[in-house]
């Protein structure tokens, strides 16, 4: 069935178009008897407003935009389940894009939320991103860019929310130190990630107070993929140096790497303990049950979906860093 649009409507009953759309958005200089007769005639004739088109007349699209590096673990769902707790009670809409960790399609993804008119844009960077220059001319367009987890450099101004990586990993070290290990190997993440850096340094700080930091144990994969932690274990058994444990960037490295030792006949704890950062479904549903950072990853798109509003409400306002806590849950895989 054809929608009803105003100019149906103005057809039907034949007024101005000026004078429906007045009706319908109760303009108080319009005479009651007009205003009963456009309302009758929108639900005799199935009327639906445009809420994008009426939001756009008045200077809003109420739509954010959401950028993530990929759907396939549970970490950007809960993340837009904060960022939904806060939008939509107000009437926003969320547009999710997906870059597939290329920087190439997260640019595509941005400028096609900025041809949208979007309000607003919430983004977690793609692993080896180079669109510092499209962020700051997008905000410079008056559209606000915060930034969640995975963050620019301190050269951006904008807002950000992250969790402390240098201190929980350092935790995580502390951990499986106080568990027995020595030989703790650290599979990163990409280097152009701040938290990747963030991470590997609260790795190395805490086994070099130990006297225990040995470089060969840094193993560096392509991606964060479960293939990459795989491949990362592979290389770490090549290199015959030994090792008794093995912390991740991320719960899909670590997970990559456990199935390739548990093939190898490896037993994990016993012989190698695995930790990971992350903290989603993944590092339960896995056999042994996968220790892990929780990032408080609901709370972070609330938190980002907080600031997106600061920003929108009061396009001076001043960029913001809020940094949350995260917490360790010790499971089998280091017990």
């Known amino acids: 069935m054809k929608r009803i649009t105003i100019k149906d409507l103005a057809k039907y009953l034949l007024l101005s178009t000026s004078t429906i759309s007045r009706a319908l958005v109760n303009d108080k200089n319009i005479h009651p008897d007009t205003k009963k007769k456009v309302l009758e005639a929108a639900g005799k004739l199935g009327y639906k407003p445009n809420p994008t088109a009426l939001n756009l007349k008045y200077g809003q699209s109420k739509n954010i935009g959401l950028v993530v590096p990929e759907m396939i673990t549970p970490f950007a769902s809960k993340v837009l389940r904060g960022i939904q707790n806060i939008l939509y009670p107000l009437g926003y809409r969320v547009i999710i894009t997906e870059s597939d960790e290329n920087p190439l399609i997260e640019r595509k993804n941005l400028q096609l939320l900025e041809e949208f008119n979007v309000d607003g844009i919430l983004i977690n960077l793609s692993h080896e991103t180079h669109n510092e220059d499209l962020y700051q001319q997008i905000m410079d367009r008056g559209i606000?860019?915060?930034?969640?987890?995975?963050?620019?450099?301190k050269s951006l101004d904008a807002s950000r929310v992250v969790v402390n990586d240098h201190i929980k990993a350092s935790l995580m070290i502390e951990h499986l130190i106080d568990t027995g290990r020595k030989r703790i190997a650290h599979i990163m993440g990409p280097s152009s990630i701040r938290n990747s850096a963030e991470r590997a340094a609260g790795y190395q700080r805490i086994l070099t107070k130990h006297g225990l930091f040995d470089p060969e144990l840094m193993i560096q994969p392509e991606g964060i993929t479960f293939e990459d932690g795989r491949n990362a274990a592979i290389q770490l058994l090549n290199k015959k140096i030994g090792f008794d444990s093995i912390f991740a960037f991320t719960d899909t490295l670590a997970i990559g790497a456990m199935n390739y030792l548990l093939e190898q006949n490896i037993k994990i704890p016993d012989e190698v303990a695995i930790a990971g950062f992350s903290g989603t479904e993944l590092a339960?549903?896995?056999?042994?049950q996968l220790t892990s950072v929780a990032q408080p990853l609901v709370q972070m798109g609330e938190a980002a979906a907080g600031l997106i509003l600061e920003k929108i409400?009061?396009?001076?306002a001043l960029s913001r860093t809020i940094v949350l806590d995260a917490e360790l849950i010790y499971r089998a895989s280091t017990r």
Not at 284 to 288: E, K, R, S, W, Y
């Open 284 to 288: 339960t549903i896995v056999h042994p």
């Open 144 to 153: 606000p860019l915060v930034f969640f987890d995975r963050i620019p450099g």
């Open 313 to 316: 409400k009061d396009s001076e």
